[in-house]
């Protein structure tokens, strides 16, 4: 049975800026970039025309809206300013090592996390002292696509697969989505796992030090 985890609100808290177009701001100015003076609403506005679902990464995101007010800045410059400004304090949840070793025991465990900000998954994973926790991670901007969306949790069964007989698998040696599991504190987000005949374990409702327990009364 394979076990992923969601990350934000999930197995830890972050605490970044309270004002995000506020934060990138200082953060491009500091780098020589000539903020426009309306600079709130086009961080605000959506600029690409993308798929539904499908994630933008922050420093696209923020690249658009310059150009949208004909300002150039370099993809590099705008990169550093957007993980700068949201270079997070970390705090773990109780309960995340015993949950994480329940997992552990029915198979590969995973995270999967919706984030559009370069390096921010990676950085807290390392901030939380959970860096190689996990067999596989998948951020929604790496694989394009947002939860419930089911992409990530595809990706994710997809790189979780390994020897024969490990977890559930299908065909072409990938585990297959309907045996997984996701732990996560969103409903309509980390629920989407449900759309694929998965299951969903809200951290609201199964606290991580009952995660065990939970997964042990799972067929």
Known sequence: MPVSFDLFGTLVTVSTASD????????????????PDDWADAYRTPHLDVPDAAEVPLPAHVAAALRSRGVAASDGVVRRAVVAAFDPEVTRR?????????????????????????????????????????????TSAACGFRKPHPTPFETLATDLGGE???????????VDPASLVHVGDDPTTDGGIDALGGTFVDVTETPLSALGTRLEGLP
Do not use: I, K, Q
């Not at 995000?20 to 903020?35: F, M």
């Not at 919706?114 to 990676?122: D, F, I, M, Q, T």
């Open 164 to 174: 024969e007989g490990e977890a559930p698998r299908r065909a072409g040696g990938t």
């Open 94 to 138: 109780e309960g995340v090592d015993g949950a994480l070793a329940a997992a552990r025991e029915h198979g590969p465990v995973g995270l999967c996390s919706n984030c559009s900000v370069p390096e921010l998954v990676p950085r807290t994973l390392v901030r939380a002292d959970l860096r190689g926790a996990f067999d596989a991670v998948v």
């Open 20 to 35: 995000p177009a506020a934060a990138v701001a200082a953060e491009l100015r500091d780098r020589g970039v000539a903020v």
